[in-house]
């Protein structure tokens, strides 16, 4: 029979005002397996734990039920307080006397009576809890970081910095991201490669960072601790260990009217090339689908050139494995283009700008050294159009959220024209200015301010070509709803921050959920904003949602720090409160039919298949197996067993069956 | 407040650790007073109730029956109250047709911010199924089923 010990908390009089705290523990005492039932001020306290610690010695006690508060405020107490005299953790429970009975009843004898059956019916589950041990994962402390945006930079220099391994795989030839595409960034008007550069050379140098560029995930497998990543690393066709970044190949490739994706379509660049100046590495890569040799077998001027005979022609796609404990992914956002609108001219018009162009524009090292000319003509614009929220705010377009950043960078696109385009004259429609931020609010005011930019709260219905002008049609709310029209020389559209392309398949590849529009999910929207539903990766920048710099590396030290923890220990060591399949001597080897319910039950893809095999290798059976460092202990898998195979730790069918049975046996 | 003439029915309460019961843990902590009659059984997630859980509590002389846990999309374990709730839309209409009252279960979702509600939840199901009266008739299927009318000799 069992040796059970209650203890019941008067909680100062929080509990024993309203329940007679000495009839519960006499009555519970009486109950058949109960050996030892007292009651005490406050269990919580230091002689309240004693007394405990003392009664599993000397009543051999092989459960211990505390009727005191909620278990969400001290189970951990009670548990270590039992662990501490030598009984199983998990052979303890508690009754909550307190929040769901004392201060929620009157006194009288019927909330007695509800207190009665509240440690009853722990006394009954206790009885059928079995001891169980803390689960522990081995930890590989190394991390990989997807995508080498700023995001991806700052959380792979914080976890390396820890000193720990990263490697860091980015999809283009450099890393960067968005932000080395910027001009200058708000609030502050400093040059965006000025501050990153310094950064992407960090990453380069860091003895713990390995990098590869011109990689992509091709599947990761496993989980916390404990996942093997398969990296394809794109044919570069060009041997990096000899390469001395020379750029005469660059130089002499006929292939030159390439729109070139750093410049957002606005300049051009070769077939073998490097995206950008400051690239890191600042190694060509040939782009295999505009180079005249892959395309017609005929060419090769590249090689010609090359000093020390770095051209690869036959070089193919290589896939590495690497172990790795965590995964940070950074992959960034992408900006809607103007073809998206058929309002503003479905991107046939040239001088309709998105954001994004108009960033290479004001940049001293995009196609016009900093100089803001019409892509159409080359002239300077004297009068220029913003036009904000662009697809964002819109669930007309399918994107109802605001994508956040372009109010601010409007305001700095206009800002940076009034400086360089001293006549000019500069025109923002809006819905309403976000600049919630430090210093942002003052940096639109500057905008409109001192820079006597013209701000128009509204919307802009059309925009058309007329006598080479565009003709922003609008309306200004604060005037009444007055129609406006101006004759401009350039239209700047603040276009929908949006998913990268491939996001979802990425997400697909990892486990990760995502939302709507295709941003990852955080595992909760306020208290685990990097985290994500599958253990040991984490979310860092725009990959998540729209989001500034500042925000961004925020966010990505925070994933490194969540990293780092990780980290911290040889072995994870987690609550066991996870589902178990059955397992039982040959010939049955488990109840488990293998119908899998489980498997698409499952939110975390615990469930594995695992093959019974006779002596001789054949199969006998296959059968669900939970992969303990993935499930996370929900239970759902529980619900949908046919056969009631699995069964989770902790809340057991027989421990909720007899906690039932308890309250209604009477 | 008792007294003879009154009927009080037991309710036993399904819920998830994350949501409802931390709600009611709120409930206590905000002390907004509610009926005695109904107690919490903690589940991990409303993803984990088998529900022949309410089936067993009804033949074991429950009144009524409280499942409840995190709203739509608050899931602690992303979707283990949607399985839930799929699985109560189909076990309700079986129920209905087997002939149980389905009023007896309330089926609701308490987030760990609804102290008010739970307390609501609680006084309104008591009420309800007070006026419902005792649940004997599952009772008596039992009974009928273990004095051999399964077999056709009753």
Redesign the interface.
């Known amino acids: 029979m069992s040796k059970i010990g209650v203890f019941i908390c008067h909680c100062g009089e929080n509990i024993s005002a309203t329940v007679d705290v000495e009839r519960v523990s006499k009555e519970i005492g009486g109950m058949e397996g109960v050996a030892h039932a007292i009651d005490y001020k406050y269990m919580c306290s230091d002689p309240g734990q004693t007394f405990i610690k003392e009664a599993v010695k000397k009543y051999d006690l092989d459960g211990v039920v505390v009727g005191a508060c909620s278990p969400r405020m001290h189970e951990p107490t009670f548990r270590r307080a039992c662990a501490e005299s030598g009984l199983n953790p998990y052979l303890c429970e508690m009754a909550n006397l307190r929040e769901h009975c004392s201060w929620v009843h009157e006194k009288s004898e019927e909330t007695t009576d509800k207190a009665i059956d509240l440690v009853k019916m722990l006394v009954e589950k206790v009885k059928k809890n079995k001891p169980l041990d803390s689960i522990k994962v081995p930890v590989t402390k190394r991390a990989l970081v997807i995508g080498g945006g700023i995001a991806g930079i700052q959380a792979s220099l914080d976890i390396a910095n820890t000193g720990h391994q990263v490697i860091l795989i980015e999809k283009d030839p450099s890393i960067g991201g968005h932000m080395s595409q910027l001009s200058e960034t708000f609030p502050t008007l400093d040059c965006s490669q000025c501050i990153l550069t310094p950064r992407m050379v960090e990453v380069a140098q860091h003895p713990n960072i390995k990098l590869y560029t011109y990689a992509e995930l091709e599947s990761l497998e496993g989980f916390i601790g404990n996942f093997t990543a398969k990296i394809r690393l794109k044919a570069k066709s060009v041997n990096y260990s000899t390469c001395t970044g020379c750029g005469a190949c660059i130089q002499k490739c006929p292939v030159k009217k390439i729109p070139s994706e750093f410049n957002a379509g606005l300049g051009t660049r070769t077939a073998i090339y490097v995206p950008f100046p400051q690239a890191v590495p600042n190694k060509p890569v040939i782009d295999r689908v505009n180079c005249n040799y892959y395309k017609r077998g005929a060419c090769k001027i590249c090689e010609k050139t090359c000093q020390v005979g770095s051209i690869e022609w036959d070089k193919e796609d290589e896939i590495i494995t690497e172990q790795v404990g965590a995964v940070v992914l950074a992959t960034g956002f992408d900006v809607k283009g103007a073809d998206f609108f058929p309002e503003y001219g479905y991107g046939k018009f040239k001088d309709v700008l998105t954001g994004l162009q108009f960033e290479r524009l004001a940049s001293a090292s995009g196609p016009t050294f900093g100089e803001i000319r019409r892509p159409s003509d080359g002239a300077i614009p004297k009068k220029i159009v913003f036009i904000a929220c662009a697809g964002s705010r819109d669930p007309a377009k399918g994107i109802p959220y605001c994508s956040k950043i372009c109010c601010m960078y409007t305001a700095k696109h206009a800002m940076l024209y009034q400086h360089k385009v001293h006549d000019g004259e500069s025109t923002v429609f809006y819905m309403d200015i976000r600049a919630g931020g430090k210093n942002y609010e003052e940096f639109v005011r500057r905008a409109i301010e001192e820079d006597t930019v013209n701000y128009i709260r509204g919307r802009v219905a059309r925009v058309y070509e007329k006598n080479g002008k565009l003709i922003v049609k609008g309306v200004d709310t604060l005037l009444g709803g007055e129609q406006v029209e101006i004759e401009a020389d350039m239209v700047v559209l603040a276009t929908a921050g949006v998913a990268n392309c491939g996001s979802e398949q990425l997400a697909q590849k990892l486990h990760v959920s995502y939302d709507p529009y295709h941003f990852f999910a955080e595992a909760h929207p306020k208290l685990k904003p990097v985290e994500t539903n599958t253990a040991g990766i984490f979310l860092a920048g725009a990959c998540q949602a729209p989001k500034d710099i500042p925000e961004t590396v925020g966010m990505a030290s925070g994933a490194a720090v969540k990293v780092a923890a990780l980290f911290s220990n040889d072995q994870l060591v987690r609550e066991p409160v996870v589902a178990v399949v059955n397992r039982l001597a040959p010939p049955l080897y488990s109840t488990c039919v293998g119908c899998f319910m489980c498997e698409t039950a499952c939110p975390y893809n615990a469930i594995e298949h695992e093959e019974i095999k006779g002596r001789d290798g054949s199969l006998i059976r296959t059968i669900a197996r939970v992969n303990q460092g993935l499930c996370q202990g929900c239970g759902t898998c529980v619900a949908f067993c046919r056969s009631k195979s699995i069964d989770i730790q902790g809340y057991t069918n027989e421990q909720v069956y007899a906690e039932v049975m308890s309250l209604l046996n009477d | ?2 007294s003879n003439t009154v009927f ?1 029915p ?1 309710i ?1 309460a399904f819920v998830c ?1 994350w949501c409802t ?2 709600g ?6 905000s ?4 009926a ?1 009659n109904v ?7 409303t ?5 022949l ?1 309410l089936l ?2 009804f033949a ?3 009144d009524g029956v409280i499942v409840s846990g995190c709203h739509p999309n608050d899931c ?5 109250n949607f ?2 709730r799929r ?1 109560w839309i189909a076990f309700r209409a079986i129920l209905d047709l087997m002939g149980v009252d389905i009023r007896r279960i309330q089926y609701s979702w308490v987030s760990a911010a609804e102290g008010s509600k739970w ?1 609501d939840l609680v006084n309104n199901t008591v009420s309800e199924i007070r006026a419902l009266g005792p649940y004997t008739e599952y009772q008596q299927v039992a009974d009928y089923l273990e004095k051999g009318g399964y077999n056709g000799e009753a």
Not at chain 2, 31 to 34: A, F, I, V
Not at chain 2, 39 to 45: L, N
Not at chain 2, 47 to 51: E, P, S
């Open positions: 407040m008792s009080e037991k036993i650790n019961y931390a009611a843990d709120l409930t206590g902590t002390r907004l007073k509610y005695t107690k919490i059984v903690r589940f991990p997630c993803g984990r109730i088998d529900f859980l067993k509590s074991q002389g429950a602690h374990y992303t979707s283990g399985h839930a699985r307390a």
